[in-house]
């Protein structure tokens, strides 16, 4: 089966009165059209993981990233391929500037009471423990 590996920008933001919030966005197209996700895409020849979430980040949604730490790598087996995504926490660069939608249909800002309230792709689902846990930590 084929292997395809992607990176993935869990975008994290923290208001002024401690309230995190993280990145979804909605697929607007292919098989899992509005099913959510986190951005990201496929790492080009030559390019760092880094370089390719800086890269998917602004060709997705028109905005620049800091690439933090590796959150995790997610292996999950469709029914097609294997996906090994590799999972990086992100803040938006410079902060409080809005992104636009390029690629998806919708996103939207969640935090840890309403990150299941979306339908989230099956491999996303496998990081959102971590990041619950990053939701609810003090600032």
């Known amino acids: 089966m084929k292997?395809?590996?992607?990176?993935?920008?869990?975008?994290?933001?923290?208001?002024?009165?401690?309230?995190?919030e993280v990145l979804a966005t909605q697929r607007g197209y292919g098989e899992f059209k509005d099913w959510w996700e986190f951005p990201g895409g496929k790492i080009e020849e030559?390019?760092?993981p880094g370089e390719a979430l800086a890269r998917e980040i602004k060709e997705e949604l028109d905005a620049e990233i800091r690439v933090g730490?590796?959150?995790g790598t997610i292996e999950y087996e469709y029914?097609?391929?294997?996906?090994s995504m590799d999972c990086f926490c992100c803040t938006l660069s410079p902060e409080g500037k809005e992104s636009s939608l390029l690629e998806h249909e919708n996103a939207a800002w969640l935090d840890s009471r309403t990150l299941e309230t979306v339908q989230w792709l099956p491999a996303d689902l496998g990081i959102l423990d971590k990041i619950r846990v990053m939701l609810q930590s003090p600032v």
């Open 69 to 71: 730490d590796l959150l």
């Open 46 to 48: 030559g390019e760092t």
């Open 3 to 20: 292997t395809i590996k992607v990176v993935a920008a869990v975008i994290f933001r923290t208001h002024d009165s401690g309230r995190k």
């Open 79 to 83: 029914p097609s391929f294997h996906l």
